[in-house]
Nanobody
Framework: VPLVESGGGLVQPGGSLRLSCAASGFTFSRFDMNWYRQAPGKERELVAT????????RYADSVKGRFTISRDNAKNTVYLQMNSLRPEDTAMYYCNANRGYNYWGQGTQVTVSS
């Protein structure tokens, strides 16, 4: 499995979680890395991107100022720090590696509820 996510769980509104995605079997440093999410009954949504060059980042408007994507090429790992979580952030979160072609993880569930 090229990508394995971890760190999901149940958290109260206003809380924080840090997702991790460990990569293997490909040259991680050459790939742009993305976090997507999909809530029940909704389409998969791109949440955050970090590029392979310059580590430039982009975010969906819905998470700007609350989520931070980062990567550690020495550990072949990408992270998503999620703060000030809201019930509408509840979804399955997927890690994606893209370089014209894609690798996907199996997902990790994030539930924001009191």
């Amino acid at each position: 499995v090229p990508l394995v996510e971890s760190g999901g769980g149940l958290v109260q509104p206003g809380g924080s979680l840090r997702l991790s995605c460990a990569a293997s079997g490909f040259t991680f440093s050459r790939f742009d890395m993305n976090w997507y999410r999909q809530a029940p009954g909704k389409e998969r949504e791109l949440v955050a991107t970090i590029t392979s060059v310059n580590f430039s980042t982009r975010y969906a408007d819905s998470v700007k100022g609350r989520f931070t994507i980062s990567r550690d090429n020495a550990k072949n790992t990408v992270y998503l720090q999620m703060n000030s979580l809201r019930p509408e952030d509840t979804a399955m979160y997927y890690c994606n590696a893209n370089r014209g072609y894609n690798y996907w993880g199996q997902g990790t569930q994030v539930t924001v509820s009191s």
